[in-house]
């Protein structure tokens, strides 16, 4: 019954897709906020948001679905579109946004083949930055336990929604890519780019093992019990149809080649050892009432039954050498943007 609800409510799933509302500020919504850019629009979506019994799904699918979403983020005469609208409130090409922190791992998780869609249940710890994990944190005048993730893959591969959060400690991928705390009201989400990302995607463990299990998925036929019979080009095709749901053209394929030949070569003569979390740990601490340093042991005992995920350790130089053209995809614009 109250339609301001319903206004705030769609104003702000509109600014999840577009990266802004329709009324530009969804935690001050009404007289005192700014005023929307499309009054007519957001009213109907109101109207169809409470006619569709204010189902969520079908107010995604009224957005997703429209023509207004499906634009280029090109227009064939940009000159006069800055001209004539140039904070494009009128919405004639798509503002290209970058995918969120949480969307992009469960995007990443999804192309490796890992993502684990169970709905519901209590909350998981994925794996995050070792050094991060085991960091002392002080709480209540004692001092907090070491992150210790989820023991099964499947656990930790679930959708990020599901992801423990933890006072005091942050996920620091998820941090260089601009997570809000939650401790704190969002009212949009701020998109920075820094170098750090770049190491993030690129070098970090995780990456790394999301890259070889994409590769060991595109390896093999179904289920990973045998070997594909698909080709090098057609390999390469389906991870182009994965990641951008497109094929590649014919530069990016040989490019695509060139490096993957380039790579398999290089990690013939290169070994890896497993990593795997420590079960004990020695940290150390400052005496918060005489400043006196000290230490500590911490038995780990949930990395005792850790089962890790694959690894560049497990697979052949072939296989290692894909998952390296896996990583560059994972890291392009097309990827990472919403275009």
Known sequence: SNVLAMRSIVNRVWAWHFGQGIAGNPNNFGQTGRHPTHPELLDWLVKQFIKDEMRFKSLHRHILLSETWRRSSSHPD??????????????AVFRVRRLEAEEMRDSILHVSGELNLRMGGVPVRPEINMEAALQPRQIM??????????????????????????????????????????????????????????????????????AIAWAAELLSSDGRDEPTTLDDGQILEKAFLTAFGRRPDILESNECLSHWRKMTRRHESLSYAAINPPVQITRQAIEEMNGEPFTFTELLESNRHFVADLQFADCDARTRGLAEVCLVLLNSNEFVYID
């Open 78 to 91: 940009p000159r006069s579109v800055q001209q004539l609208d140039p904070n494009n409130t009128s919405l």
């Open 141 to 210: 005048g004692t001092y907090a336990p070491a992150w210790q993730p989820s023991a099964r893959p499947e656990q930790r591969h679930r959708r990020s929604i599901y992801a423990m959060k933890v006072r005091g400690l942050k996920d620091p991928t998820m941090d260089v890519f601009n997570q809000p705390s939650p401790d704190l009201s969002c009212e949009r989400r701020e998109t920075s780019t820094v170098t750090p990302q770049a190491f993030a995607m690129m070098n970090s463990n995780d990456m790394q093992n999301r």
